[in-house]
């Protein structure tokens, strides 16, 4: 008898027919399906973002193990998990240049305006109409970074080819030889043209980019988020940029996906993703590879190669 696994959110058809191969799989539509399975379900796979939400969590008296396709851990209890002897998996490693890749490429959009340029060659607006306003420079601009985990560091490591002094800020200082830390963060958002977000979400870091933080930031000043949309403040956000005090921002996730308020949606300061960071083919399998093994492992009785807990 193959295992029973809840699958609520979708993966890569090849990853998902390997599910289907080792395990019966419940899609997940809504909390009515779970009526008449919820006791068989031994496991879930589900997404960093989308996580477990709770009503099925507390329907799932069987569940043994939560496999979740990304590194987030925000979006599952992790106190219930452990209280109950639920074992937590991610996809750490994997998924950490395509996501430092696309910081840099928010950083690039956002400064040089490729976006608007797109659109102005697209509609037929070239020699016809004003150019876009002026980007600003990349190369040689003051990168701060919040949290420097291993998605932190790659996106330092690239900034540095465009010669781009890094700071950072976390919980500690990690004594990087060519990476300043700045404990607080007022004071490294001061002291930076870019500020980068890849800080883990969840209730210790809900809001540290609080309005003050984006005026230090400041007019001339842009800020990038690749981690969780909860650690901005987002209705600050938008009336900073409203306001000009705040130069610009390019968001490639939001506090209440899929929902993005509209005054980010129709400004022109921002440059906006639909949470992709993580999103290429390469990447999205290596790290279903991880979710599959990791359910595999669990099983078979065998130690799990990514647990959290
Ligand atoms: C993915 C993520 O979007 O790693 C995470 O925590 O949020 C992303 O990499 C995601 O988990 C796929 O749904």
Redesign the pocket.
Known sequence: MKPEILLI?P?MPDIERQLDAAYTVHRFTSIAQLKDIAGNIRGIA?????GVPQDVMDSLPALEIIA????????VNLTQAKERNIRVT??PGV?TD??ADMAIGLILSLLRGLPAGDRYVRDGEWGRKSAPPLGRKVTGKKLGIIGMGQVGRAIAHRAQAFAMPVSYTDLRDFGLKDHTFVPDLKTLARDSEVLVVAAS?GAGSRHLVSREVMEAVGPEGFLVNVA?GSVVDEQALAQVLEAGKLGGAALD?FEHEPEVPAALRHSPRTVLQP?????TVE??LA?GELVVRNLAAHFANQPLPTAVI
């Open positions: 959110e993966m589900t997404g960093g973002a989308t979740i396709n990304g590194i987030g851990t925000d979006a991610t996809t998924l395509d996501v979400g969780r996730v949470h992709r960071a993580s999103a990447t999205r790290m």
